[in-house]
């Protein structure tokens, strides 16, 4: 091939995540890097042990080859300057949290946040004189109104949990960038594929690789991308301190799991939004919380800055009695009850969004379920979900 044709553009997410950090050559020919599991890391001389601060590898807390090819990777993936792994997405949240706690320092907070975000406001931060305000997920370039002299730290999540609204991000953004406020937000629920925040100047995108990287339901892992130079300083200062790192073999298995984002990502967007379509037709049901269904909120600001969507969403029935929840839940063939979601597999569980917000309350009597729609075939997925509608209603 000549150089003139040679191809200049740049490669697409799914190239990417196939070929990054892709090296058979430094590993005997071998696909897959091997597995580091290592604590000590040996110095062949004297020289070598002083000068050991600037070795990229020193000590196994301070990351392996397993961990610097994960973290490049999502370094490519969330379009990041540096990526930090915590050992659980909630871990990942917290250090950021602590890098921006002062005492006297301010938060404003997504209302629809991941619920332990909440927690942690509400003990740590608040034993830390850190006051918190919760921001309604509509708010926009209003959330200025919000934002006092001590405000450190925009926390959005978009969609937001349980209740899906998609945040205007750009726009909170440009606020805080007029006034100096650093932002972060909680990008799981895209798996980083459909949604880039770092590109609309966001500084921090944290997800829990626990969800999609991971995939596949048994792994437990945090990432935290970073792009703006002193807010990576910042960030690399408490990951440290706090001696923060994952395992070798949750970060190999998320790796593995990068490898496949793209097709499986397709898929939990095709059939959750199929999902979503049946079930905004059944009688049983009254609302669909699904992004990219017009009249959930946000869906605008989805349209505009996603380019698909996960299989994760919710929606209502009217109210019902615990054992008609139980008829419709314990028979189900496909899909399980559990925390967590974005593996291969679909869950269902009942849900009460509203029972801890403070700024977005509840205006409904509706009961809420959430959903992730797996990998299996949708066609299947409806028959069940069909017939644990009908026993919903006719007891
Ligand atoms: C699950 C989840 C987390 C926490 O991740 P863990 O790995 O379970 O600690 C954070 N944010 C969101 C949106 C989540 O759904």
Redesign the pocket.
Known sequence: MSTENQATREPADDTLMAHTRYDPASHNGAVNPPVYHASTILFPTLAALRARGTAKVRYGRRGTPTAHTFQDAICDLEHAERVFLAP????A?AVTLMAFAKPGAHFLIADTC?A?VRKFAASILSELNVRVSFFKPDIGRDIATLIEPETALIWM?SPG?QTFEVQDVPAIVAVARQVGIATAI?N??SGGYFFKPLDFGVDIS?Q????YIGGHSDL???TIAVKTPDIVTRVAEYVERFGICAGPDDIAMAMRGLRTLGVRMRQHYQSGLAMAKWLAQHDAVRQVLHPALEGTMGHAYWQRDFTGASGLFAFTVAPHAETQLAAMLDNLKYYGMG???GGFESLLIPIDPFSSRNAHGRTNDDQYFRIHVGLEDVEDLQEDMAAGLARLVSI
């Open positions: 659980s997405g909630l871990s949240i991941y332990p999540e949990s909680d799981t629920w944290i829990a690789a626990t969800k437990m892992l945090g925390a967590s979601w």
